[in-house]
């Protein structure tokens, strides 16, 4: 079970196989392409994207060209961000990740 996702804010070039976008995770953003997390991509067109996952024996990717409608992908090139399950089933409907009418999760409190 994937217990992290990640989600790069930077448009990537679609051209790039496992191979480079593995390198582009470990080198560019410092992070960790054999751990449990899914890492998505899109260009700038923003009407296909890519996911990539280390499911321990090998990497999987995953290319989708949506054929109507856009991604609401996030605009600042510099970050990468951390996304639930929600808010990655959001992008992927073609919706915003920022829902502001979406109840948010609540924290523990202490009663």
Do not use: H
Not at 15 to 36: C, H, M, N, V, W
Not at 39 to 60: H, I, M, P
Not at 75 to 91: F, G, I
């Amino acid at each position: 079970m994937v217990d992290r996702w990640g989600l790069f804010y930077a448009y990537t070039d679609m051209r790039k196989g496992i191979d480079g976008l593995a390198t582009l995770i470990q080198d560019s953003f410092e992070l960790d392409p054999y751990g449990d997390s899914i890492f998505l991509f899109s260009g700038w067109s923003k009407d296909r994207y890519k996911c990539l996952y280390f499911d321990g024996d090998g990497f999987a990717m995953l290319y989708k060209r949506l054929d109507g409608g856009k991604l609401q992908w996030p605009k600042d090139e510099n970050e990468v961000r951390k996304l639930s399950q929600q808010e990655v089933r959001w992008l992927l409907e073609g919706l915003s990740i920022q829902q502001p009418k979406a109840i948010q999760k609540s924290q523990k409190g202490v009663f």
